[in-house]
């Protein structure tokens, strides 16, 4: 795929592609609206979802400073607004108390899942999540990178990420192994997982454990990592195993993985991107063979991921027995599946499969008409298999999620003008990061 990733240039638009842009730069508007309303302007924070009492999520943080970014270069935000929204939540990650103690908000460098999104601490119970902590730390680099103007409180954005950084102890975090551990808490310690053992969205975890110019992990721990990846073959594609589409798209969301490899790309002939191009087409197939019979199933109705769902509930459904999940890893084409799809989780693949994908998310706006039960974009994700009574003809989530919103937006920006990848190439924590990971080619290697 060329670096030229726009639906055309302004001057040579069709109709039908003007008609595109304006439908994803709608989309677009609509997902700033959530990072600009559902955070607490005082400490930055950022609410998990819109249900009434929600903490925040670090993750969704990361991801909206990066929608800040994008939203000043669009014109939707102020670059002033954008630099004080990134800077109120830096200082308050840089002040708020790192230590062993229960309610913290996070110990060696690293930060709890979810936050109180008035006091910051840490809430329900929640672990030091080492993955959140990357995609924090991700969009914290990515602002510094960003905001590089000379003046004083651009300036300050720059000091204080590289000092958020430079305090993670990953080499803590392995916890006396070549991997890295899932998280610790101050009751029972170190989780009893790793990100040892398959394909995931760890790929950015790994290049900022590597990045680091304080405690760096030796880099035999991502070898050992990728060497447990599975290569299969579904429906006549070869690609590199995941069921959840998040996985494809998350580390995705920063680092431009087109035409750089590492030593398992090496070894079986494609990069990341391509990998997550046949992933998304293996999800679309999955709905259009749908091989467990679910409603409405079809080459418009696919998307499985991490997402809220209707259950825990078992139901017999037109003289079937389904079960249905809560919020659950959905996956294809080996499952989980119980006919929850999230479109939102299509949008994100845009990058990767546009052909297909603006189709899709036209199909959902139009003709299951989800796009104006929503004040954020898309919902969250929706069963049409699951008996309910609404004009939808479908469960949905009432909530709308900060996890999902990030990554629609980032991948529509990257899709159009690569924002996001251009900026993070220039991070120089995260090149070392994934040169010592092995990553050669292409940007990389200029």
Known sequence: MSEKLALADE????????????????????????????????????????????????????????????????????????????????????????????????????????????????????????????????????AASHFTANN??????????EILYRRIDWQWAL??????????????????????????EALILYALA?????????????????????????????????GPLFIHQMSHLWVDFRGI???????????????????????????????RGFAHYNEYVWGLTASDGPGPVVLEVNGVQRAFFGYEARGAPFGPDDGTVSPWAVATSLPFAPEI????????????????DSPYGLVASYNPTYPDSSNLHAWASPWIFGLNEGPMLMMIENFHTGLIWKTVRRCPNIVTGLRRAGFRGAWLDR
Not at 93 to 111: I, M, N, R, V, W
Not at 152 to 161: D, G, N, V, Y
Not at 262 to 278: A, C, L, M, P, T
Not at 357 to 372: A, S
């Open 175 to 200: 916890d006396g192994g070549t991997t890295i551990s899932h998280g610790w808490t101050p009751e029972a310690q170190f989780l009893p997982y790793r990100w040892d053992t398959g394909y995931s």
């Open 261 to 291: 490899h590492d030593d398992f790309n090496r070894k079986v002939g494609i990069d990341y991107f391509e990998n997550s191009r046949r992933a998304t087409y293996i999800h679309r197939q999955y709905g259009i063979e749908n091989p």
């Open 11 to 142: 001057s040579t638009k069709t109709p039908s592609q003007a008609a595109d842009w304006e439908m994803l730069d709608h989309l677009r508007r609509s997902i700033v609206g959530y990072c600009r309303n559902e955070s607490n302007p005082r400490n930055g924070l950022i609410a998990d979802r819109t249900q009434p009492g929600s903490p925040a999520s670090i993750a969704a943080v990361g991801m909206g400073l990066s929608v800040y970014i994008v939203a000043a270069e669009r014109g939707m935000l102020s670059r002033v607004d954008a630099v004080n929204r990134t800077l109120t939540l830096l200082r308050f990650l840089h002040s708020s108390h790192q230590g062993p103690e229960p309610d913290a908000t996070g110990y060696k460098g690293f930060y709890y899942h979810f936050l109180d999104m008035q006091t910051g601490r840490r809430a329900i119970q929640c672990e030091l999540s080492t993955v959140d902590t990357a995609i924090l730390m991700a969009g914290v680099l990515t």
């Open 210 to 242: 590597l990045g680091s110019p304080t405690f760096p992990i030796d880099p035999q721990g991502y070898q050992d990592w990728i060497s447990t990846f599975e290569w299969k073959k579904v429906y006549d594609i070869e690609y590199l195993y995941a």
């Open 357 to 372: 994908v603006i189709k899709t998310i036209r199909h959902v706006i139009e003709r299951l008409k989800l796009l104006g």
């Open 152 to 161: 004083p409180r651009e300036s300050e954005i720059r000091r204080l990420a």
